[in-house]
């Protein structure tokens, strides 16, 4: 048994002895028994009799993050102790404690009377999402909080306007990097694959969210579109492998993003902001790409000419062509 899912097997002892005690007629909570402590006993036997069992400590981490998650969930705690608590765990390097109890947070949020997506720059995140990004700014962030956060964008919890706000700058720049290392895991490229259709088909309830969701999603487009030609530009002898893997990743999230937003379109709709610039970056990744087969090459340069051909400038108020000059700068800047 991996050893933090213990606190789970507890609370399915707690569970079935509360059960039991209904079934029986007992309504008092002192004949359940404490299997917390039994565990613990029976784990710290096997160790040597004068330092007991070394990973039992991960045991009553795993627990303590377990009780107060719930605690928090249902309310118990407020925001500011919360706050306090998700910086401690990242002080002393719980990154996936600090990212168990932010999550705990959000939950409690989406059972209030009244749940509403989690905007960034309101006083209440800031004790859980905000304060956690603040608390590893500058640090390597581990796989718990990509999963955090985007557990949190796959239910709704965090909006289109929060993943662009400035506080996220620093995770997109993390996420880019973490997809052309050599040891990237599939959590990055899910969060990457999420949030872009999350800043693509986002609701967007102010004038001014609009115009930073489509800056970010510039940003993010271009940023995938440079790095996978910077990795194909610095190939050495002994890498290729690795960075092809890379590369891969990289054209594997534009291509994730842009079936997402077109599951969700009509074949007849003209192409919005969101899919042009998808379409275009993937092209400059792959059209001249001697990673990528003659066939896939073909397709990607076909697919953006027709969506090409379908931009209406008229209605469009040549938004796409101002997005396409934008795209370019960073990918004429590195070649």
Same mark, same amino acid.
């Given at each position: ?215 970010? !999603?510039?940003?993010? +487009?271009?940023? %995938? *579109? #440079? @790095?996978? =030609?910077? /990795? ?44 042009? !610039?998808?379409?275009? +970056?993937?092209? %400059? *990744? #792959? @059209?001249? =790409?001697? /990673? ?44």
């Amino acid at each position: 048994m991996c050893l933090r899912k213990i606190p789970d097997c507890i609370a399915d002892i707690d569970a079935w002895d509360r059960q039991q005690l209904k079934d029986s007629g007992v309504k008092s909570i002192w004949g359940i028994s404490d299997a917390a402590s039994d565990l613990f006993e029976q784990l710290e036997a096997l160790g040597s009799p004068s330092s007991g069992w070394r990973p039992l400590r991960l045991v009553v981490r795993s627990q303590a993050t377990h009780l107060l998650s719930n605690a928090i969930a249902d309310g118990l705690f407020r925001p500011e102790f919360c706050s306090l608590l998700v910086r401690l765990c990242v002080h002393l390097n719980g990154s996936q404690e600090a990212a168990q109890l932010a999550a705990s947070t959000s939950r409690h949020r989406a059972t209030e009377l009244r749940p509403r997506t989690i905007h960034v720059s309101e006083s209440r995140e800031r004790s859980t999402v905000l304060v956690l990004l603040d608390a590893l700014k500058g640090r390597k962030i581990p796989g718990p909080v990509f999963e955090c956060i985007s557990g949190l964008i796959n239910k709704g919890l965090l909006s289109s306007a929060s993943i662009s706000s400035r506080a996220f700058s620093g995770f997109w720049i993390s996420s880019l990097e973490g997809l052309t290392s050599g040891n990237a895991k599939p959590h990055i490229v899910e969060f990457m694959c999420i949030a872009i259709w999350t800043l693509a088909r986002g609701n967007r309830p102010k004038p001014s969210d609009c115009c930073a969701i489509e800056q970010t !999603l510039i940003r993010v +487009a271009a940023g %995938l *579109a #440079v @790095a996978a =030609s910077t /990795l194909e530009a610095q190939i050495i002898l002994g890498e290729r492998a690795q960075r092809k893997g890379a590369w891969r990743r990289l054209v594997y999230v534009l291509e994730c993003s842009i079936s997402l937003i077109s599951r969700y379109r009509s074949r007849k709709s003209p192409p919005d902001t969101a899919s042009f !610039l998808l379409v275009f +970056a993937r092209y %400059l *990744a #792959v @059209a001249q =790409s001697d /990673l990528a087969s003659p066939a896939f090459k073909r397709r990607v340069s076909e697919e953006f000419e027709t969506m090409a051909h379908r931009i209406d400038a008229v209605s469009n108020n040549g938004a796409q062509y101002q997005h396409t000059v934008i795209l370019l700068k960073p990918r004429i800047s590195v070649t």
